[in-house]
């Protein structure tokens, strides 16, 4: 079969590589720890799974407007109104199956060849991947651990050109847990006008923060109206096997991303989206337990990582990821991710999967019980111990 070769260009997520490995390990009796695959391993909340059984029976279960259905999408305004101070309407909010399609439709329809789009890097590999397939120029922005995995500002300055038609921002951050300040923001904010380009804010993790506040950058002055605001129900309430997800943009953006959404899937599944209504408009006591044991789980791993000879890691400020530095092992990052699979039981990523600066770390989710990452702590020091 000879496939298009825009195929070539297309990449994909190393986490569910590194889950199957682990799988088939497991499938011959070995005892593996998972801490590769980033999702909560709470359930989701009783009220928002009962919402769902109660649309299934009222019959809804058929087709519905492509941007989603008019409540939720009231609702999703209303909120981030509500809690992040910027005001949205319903026409400006489009619901996807999970947050990924706002990635990929809002590149695609913003993005084309000789465009360049700035990334984060170490950063979300799919970033990277669209950017590619769409024709574009990836273009990383190095995230540094000296900084606390925010950017150097001049390294952005040099990077932001009259070819920049967006720039991606991930806050708080998939891999390293790194938050960005409004002081970060308004440097992004400054550049994006100054250069006429968008902005795509990932903010998937904004309700996993542990230390200050979340800050948008859509709510700066004079961004609403050239950032996409990305969000979505996976990580905030447990909801990953759902698929729902959404995305707040100018109105002309957003008619052509529902209409790109009219063209791949359709729309979201009618029952899901009720879901959804009550997770925003029900109670969040669910979601204030579940990131107060993440705070918990934090405090272990990473003084646990630190006490481990060639580790060191940094508290991250939010989502449920550490980026340990392991530049002092005598292996690569890739050759430390298939040792300790193996040699230790634990499923962990190398930093590479998240990027040519990723090179050097290891990343570990602590989306996963006390026991378990404790277990997961002796088993890495026995391992490292061999080396």
Not at 9 to 38: C, D, N, P, S
Not at 284 to 302: H, L, T
Not at 303 to 332: E, Q, R, T
Request: glycine fraction near 6%.
């Amino acid at each position: 079969m000879k496939l298009a070769t825009r195929m070539s260009r297309l990449g994909t997520e190393t986490a569910f590589e590194v889950l199957a490995k682990a799988k088939a390990l497991e499938a011959q009796g070995r005892h593996m720890i998972h801490l590769e695959i980033g999702e909560p391993d709470f359930d989701t909340p009783h009220n928002i799974s009962y919402a769902a059984i109660r649309a299934l029976t009222h019959g809804e279960t058929h087709y519905n407007p492509a941007p989603g259905i008019p409540p939720l999408r009231i609702a999703i305004a209303e909120d981030i109104t509500k809690r992040r101070g910027i005001p949205v309407k319903m026409e400006e909010v489009v619901v996807t199956p999970g947050a990924k399609p706002i990635m990929f439709f809002v590149i695609l329809a913003l993005a084309e060849q000789g465009d360049e789009v700035i990334y984060p890097n170490p950063g979300f590999p799919i970033y990277e991947s669209v950017i590619r397939w769409v024709g574009a120029k990836p273009v990383p922005l190095a995230l540094r651990e000296e900084f606390e995995f925010r950017f150097d500002p001049d390294e952005l300055k040099k990077l932001v050109n009259e070819k920049t038609k967006l720039i991606i921002v991930n806050s708080p951050q998939n891999p390293t847990g790194g938050v960005l300040t409004e002081s970060d923001l308004q440097e992004i904010a400054k550049l994006a006008q100054k250069f006429d380009c968008m902005v795509l804010s990932d903010e998937v993790y904004c309700n996993i923060i542990y230390e200050g506040e979340h800050h948008s950058i859509a709510a700066l002055p004079g961004m609403k109206e050239r950032t996409i605001l990305l969000d979505g129900f996976s990580k905030t309430y447990a909801m990953t096997g759902w698929r729902a997800g959404y995305g707040i943009m100018p109105v002309p953006l957003a008619e052509q991303v529902a209409r790109l959404q009219t063209n791949a899937n359709s729309c979201v599944n009618t029952f899901v989206q009720h879901a959804c209504i009550e997770a925003i408009r029900g109670p969040q006591n669910e979601v204030s337990r579940m990131v107060e044991e993440f705070k918990r789980r934090r405090e272990i791993i990473v003084d646990g990582l630190n006490d481990i000879p060639g580790f060191h890691c940094l508290k991250p400020h939010g989502a449920f990821y550490v980026f340990p530095n392991i530049k002092k092992l005598p292996k690569s990052s890739k050759e430390m991710e298939q040792y300790l699979l193996n040699e230790a039981g634990v499923a962990a990523l190398s930093g590479t999967s998240f990027g040519e600066f990723g090179n050097g770390y290891l990343r570990f989710s602590y989306a996963n019980s006390i026991d378990n990452i404790k277990l997961a702590l002796e088993r890495i020091r026995a391992a490292v111990a061999k080396l």
